[in-house]
């Protein structure tokens, strides 16, 4: 594994692999590596021929200095984590500083209108501009084949799709499923940042999302009542402070056109003292239904 810090470095680091004739996959990643992230580099094996990771904690999606100065760094352990992957280590580490990647006369962003204002959008003016920047700018400088992205973080990957199809990126986004601790608590680079209460806590997240799942198979796929049943389980853990529980269609990320469309996202954002978490899942997805029910020990049952 290589590891590259600018932007020149790494086109005559892809140009020699695409010289070889091998198709190239990115993983564009903030760092603080974690299962989920490793998930993510073993698919992009099946992808392709090289893959390239980045790690870049992305100042732009940021919506305030604390939480961009707090987010957790830890190059060399990352560098580490990845070569420890063995065969499945990437074939090159783009770990670009601030400046190569945002030069200060730089004045153009990507705004994905339509997809960007609700759910996490709401709480974080900005945020997205930021991905869709980011992610416009290492896709411009890797022009990978296909690049990976985590289903937990969903308004991302469908604002992605978005900015890719409309920019005619000539690349595949491959969505991956979320990677679940065993009280099914969503892996996150910011979970490291939670105190062992917060942790504990932090169960109730999969939790509620599977109250709403098991409504949804018992009742059928009321959009108010899945609310209802996340939120009620919500309030078992007091110290948790919801920032919003929506139930939407998963295309547009808007409320459903005919109030019970199948399938539904059912997205949530949670504060456990400074820190936030997301969440979701798909109802009426049978496959990411029984992957969250069978995380959190229940039984996943059979979907009819
Ligand atoms: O999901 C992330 O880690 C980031 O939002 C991404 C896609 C790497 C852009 O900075």
Redesign the pocket.
Known sequence: MQRVTTIPRLRTAVAEERGAGHRVVLV???GALHAGHFALVEEAHRHGDTVVV?V???PA?FDRPDDLQRYPRDLDGDQAALAALGDAAPGILFAPEVSEVYPAEARTTVHVSGLTEGLCGAARPGHFD??AT??AK?LNMVQPDAAL??RK?FQ?LQV?RRLVTDLDLPVSVVAVPTVREDDGVALS?RNRLLSPPERRRAGVLPRALAAAVRTAREAGGDPAALREAVRVTLATEPDVDVEYVEVVDPATLKAPRDGSASPLLVALAAHLGAVRLIDNVVVGDPDDEDRLLAAIGGAAGHHQ
């Open positions: 564009p990643t903030m980045s870049f904690v992305n999606q930021g991905v980011v992610v290492l992205f985590g973080d991302q992605i680079s």
